[in-house]
């Protein structure tokens, strides 16, 4: 048996993915996934139906190919998953469709494909492994059938513990005899303290055995109910359907994966669009994203000469009849809520904006936290083109989500958005025009800060406010000069303290030298004896400089702090020394 296993010392030592050629594995890669979908074809269909043959020989072709260039394939395997050089390239936890755990339960440790390997080789291997799958546990043994096989370009390591095991196999049983007058002729006598102790500990046993049967099933009555049979019933036919379903979704995606005839191409993709509605229907969007997973997988992997299959397989991303519609949900949520609640989100990310109708329904009729959390997420993907469809669904009465619209748009960091931004600040709710009026100065643009300008006539004074507090502006802009103009006119310091703060911090922000004039002027003009809106409006000004005024702001401040009037001169000093201890701060962690 020793020379149907390779020498585990050949086996290679584990390396990271960044020390493996990624051109050599992507090849075993590709050879693994066609070995998935053989295999999947012969416990479909008979060994000699046209489609196995047909995937025998596109299997057979890749690996020729591999060996020609590498001569020798080593394929690892662990309990789900198959390893090239230790790194773990394949995976697969479903025992009844996990290829490494059919070879990894019997002990199977390598696979090695030699240059030279056979059609019929392939073939007859590939047949084992299907008589094994179909075999129980405790029948199969797949070292076995591969050792009687005695392949020449096909080996494999097993340990040589595991391989003891099998040595006993076939051995001639020793006879034996018994003799049965002798067996039967003795006799136990039992004391009376021994009797009594045997009865106790049978009772004992008998207690500990009735107390652990009613911890696990929860009552002493053992028989299902009517109704759990039910359940159980119809547990096992929905199992029965979905693999038929499954198998019949593999069927058709290998078929057109194989297909390059374009108008066979056509037919196949009217029948996978024909099959996805039926899963949408019924509500099955597991089957449906993996069908949209699939077909995407195979448009990518189609290069740009093979144009007309590709333009076919886009017909089936566009097509309107594999698209959810709002009644559909409605119908299927007014019989059962969706279990996969994931699945089905990224089944809408693939419908696109189409889906945000959709997705602000649900958001209206989930009550869990974190699923209005996804339902954002992914309104958040789908919209991110198309603003105008998140805008429609945003509603005054429907603060909440409103709000969430508007944070996507100020995330999206795109000039477009500003726009959009602005048609919220027609809404009555203040919680939405506050954020809506945040959210457009977050841009720090010239068209943000004219749209914030417009405010300015407001007939709240808070929005007016807020609309100055969030203007980040240059001197090159026309809204400077309108803010300029206003801070100069006499008026300006009959307006609230709010709203003076708000203007001439915006001035302070420019970094303008005419910005700084203006502010310094309105300090200087203070005096003895000015009044208490004057020194309202100079005590405004510092705090400006203070906030946006940086380090000229703070040469300003400096120059004040021996200024004539008491309320001004005291508010200098104040700045002056915490502007000071924060520079002070700042050098000590530049040190470190």
Not at 285 to 304: G, N, T
Not at 377 to 401: H, Q
Request: proline content about 3%; aromatic content about 10%; hydrophobic content about 35%.
């Amino acid at each position: 048996m020793n020379n149907k296993v390779d020498d585990p010392s050949q086996t290679p030592s584990k390396k990271t993915e960044q020390n493996i050629d990624k051109k050599q594995l992507n090849e075993i890669k590709d050879i693994i996934n066609h070995f998935e979908k053989t295999f999947s074809q012969m416990k479909i269909f008979s060994s000699d139906h046209e489609n196995v043959e047909s995937f025998i020989d596109l299997l057979h072709d890749r690996l020729s190919k591999y060996l020609e260039k590498y001569w020798k394939l080593e394929i690892g395997i662990e309990e789900f998953s198959f390893t090239y050089q230790g790194f773990p390239f394949y995976k697969e936890e479903q025992l009844s469709k996990s290829l490494p755990f059919l070879f990894y339960k019997d002990g199977i440790k390598m696979l090695f494909f030699y240059q030279g390997l056979t059609r019929e080789e392939l073939k007859d291997f590939l047949e084992i492994m299907r008589m094994d799958a179909s075999l129980p546990p405790e029948e199969s043994d797949i070292v076995i059938s591969l050792w009687e096989k005695d392949f020449a370009n096909i080996r494999y390591f097993a340990p040589d513990d595991y391989l003891e095991t099998k040595i006993g196999i076939g051995m001639k049983i020793p006879e034996y005899k018994i003799d049965k007058d002798k067996l039967f002729s003795g006799k136990i006598t039992l004391r009376p303290e021994d009797k009594s102790a045997l009865e106790k500990k049978d009772k004992t046993i008998q207690n500990n055995s009735q107390k652990i049967f009613k911890e696990r099933m929860g009552t002493e009555k053992a028989l299902l109910s009517k109704s759990e049979e039910e359940l159980l019933k119809n547990m096992l036919q929905d199992h029965r359907r979905e693999s038929e379903t499954k198998q019949y979704k593999t069927l058709l995606l290998d078929i057109l994966y194989l297909e390059k005839r374009p108008e066979k191409v056509n037919s196949l993709i009217n029948q996978v669009i024909q099959y996805v509605n039926q899963q949408i229907n019924i509500g099955n969007f597991k089957i449906a994203l993996s069908v949209y997973e699939e077909v995407s997988k195979l448009r990518d992997y189609l290069s740009e000469t093979d144009s007309p299959r590709k333009k076919i397989i886009q017909e089936f991303f566009d097509s309107p009849k594999i698209e959810v519609t709002l009644s559909q949900i409605e119908e299927i949520l007014h019989k059962e809520p969706i279990y996969e609640f994931d699945v089905f989100l990224k089944y809408l990310s693939f419908m696109g904006p189409k889906s945000i109708p959709i997705l602000s329904y649900l958001y209206d009729h989930v009550e869990k936290p974190e699923q209005k959390d996804k339902i954002i997420t992914t309104l958040k993907l789908v919209g991110k083109e198309n603003f105008s469809e998140l805008i429609k669904i945003a509603r005054d009465e429907r603060p909440d989500l409103t709000l969430k619209i508007i944070s996507i748009l100020r995330d999206s960091k795109e000039e477009r958005a500003i726009n959009h931004l602005a048609s919220f600040l027609s809404f009555g709710n203040k919680k939405v025009l506050y954020a809506a009026i945040k959210a457009i100065g977050n841009f720090k643009d010239p068209n943000a800060n004219k749209i914030l300008f417009s405010l300015f006539s407001h007939e709240d004074p808070e929005i007016r406010t807020l609309a100055a507090e969030n203007i980040y502006m240059t001197d090159k802009e026309p809204v400077f000069e309108k803010i300029l103009q206003e801070v100069k006119e006499k008026k300006f310091k009959k307006k609230s303290k709010k709203q003076k703060e708000a203007l001439l911090l915006a001035l302070a922000r420019s970094q303008s030298k005419k910005a700084f004039e203006i502010l310094e002027n309105i300090i200087k003009k203070v005096g003895f004896f000015s009044g208490s809106k004057k020194v309202e409006s100079a005590l405004s000004a510092l705090n400006a400089l203070e906030k946006g005024g940086g380090l000229t702001g703070h040469e300003i401040i400096k120059n004040m702090i021996h200024a004539r009037n008491r309320k001004i001169r005291k508010k200098c000093q104040e700045l002056e020394k915490n502007l000071s201890q924060n520079i002070k701060k700042e050098s000590s962690y530049d040190k470190f």
